[in-house]
């Protein structure tokens, strides 16, 4: 059966100074949770935010929290950012050599436990993972900064992704992130994507948040 499609803002695109109204507008518009990318500096070229900017969005937002590592060393990290606030916690299959680790980790702290995936990374690395995750993350752009344009050659990764996790752990949501906006999202949920993350579509200054969620919504019924 058809998992429902969810959609994750990122907040790497928000206006960080009215975060906070910027949450309350996500939730009356209709998102299913939040997207929270941490950035280092060395996994990726480019610093984003941390444990304080987490501990803050816990306390202006009941939805769920999903962060994203883009980190090295995950391993270090996983139960800090599962007591600032985070619901699951996605790490990179290529930051750790000690995977099943991390997600053991990261489920003993009682969050959803997510693995992500570069656009290069073939798919057989995260395969020994699936029977121990929640949800698998395909990158559709290389990892570090919101507004690229989705690599159109990850579609037929995310259906043989989605293959692989039907054979294996049926349950597992599938999520994407990058280069998703009305157009494109349609593309990825008919691939077979059902976890949806957006920035800087859902923050784009000439719409509302509502008017962008409303938009993606539209883009794959
Ligand atoms: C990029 C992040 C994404 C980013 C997506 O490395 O992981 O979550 O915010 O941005 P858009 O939706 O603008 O491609
Ligand atoms: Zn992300």
Redesign the pocket.
């Known amino acids: 059966m058809a998992q429902p499609v969810i959609i994750g803002p990122?907040i790497?695109?928000a206006d960080f100074l009215r975060l906070g109204e910027q949450l309350t507008e996500l939730e009356a518009a209709g998102a299913d949770y939040i997207?929270f990318?941490v950035?280092d500096g060395a996994f990726?070229p480019?610093i984003s935010v941390g444990l304080p900017v987490l501990e803050a969005t816990r306390r202006g937002t009941s939805l769920p929290i999903d962060v994203?590592l883009?980190i090295v060393n995950p391993d270090a990290w996983v139960e800090a950012f599962a007591d600032a606030g985070a619901d699951s916690v996605t790490f990179h299959i290529e930051a750790t050599p000690h995977a099943h680790r991390v997600a053991q980790t990261i489920r003993a702290k009682g969050k959803g436990v997510g693995i992500a995936i570069n656009p290069s990374t073939p798919l057989a690395a995260v395969a020994e993972m699936l029977p121990f995750v929640d949800q698998v993350l395909v990158?559709t752009?290389?990892?570090?900064?919101?507004?690229?344009t989705?690599i159109n050659e990850m579609l037929g990764k995310i259906t043989r992704m989605r293959e692989m996790m039907d054979r294996i752990n049926p349950s597992c949501r599938l999520q994407v992130?990058?280069?998703?906006?009305d157009q494109t999202i349609g593309k990825v949920v008919a691939a077979g994507a059902c976890s949806i993350?957006?920035?800087?579509?859902?923050f784009n200054p000439s719409r509302t948040i509502a008017e962008s969620i409303a938009a993606l919504r539209a883009g794959y019924q």
Do not use: K
Not at 177 to 181: A, I, K, M, R, T
Not at 197 to 202: L, Q
């Open positions: 990122s790497l695109s997207h990318d950035m990726v480019n994203h883009m990158m752009i290389n990892p570090g900064f919101g507004g690229q989705l992130d990058g280069g998703v906006n993350v957006a920035g800087s579509y859902t």
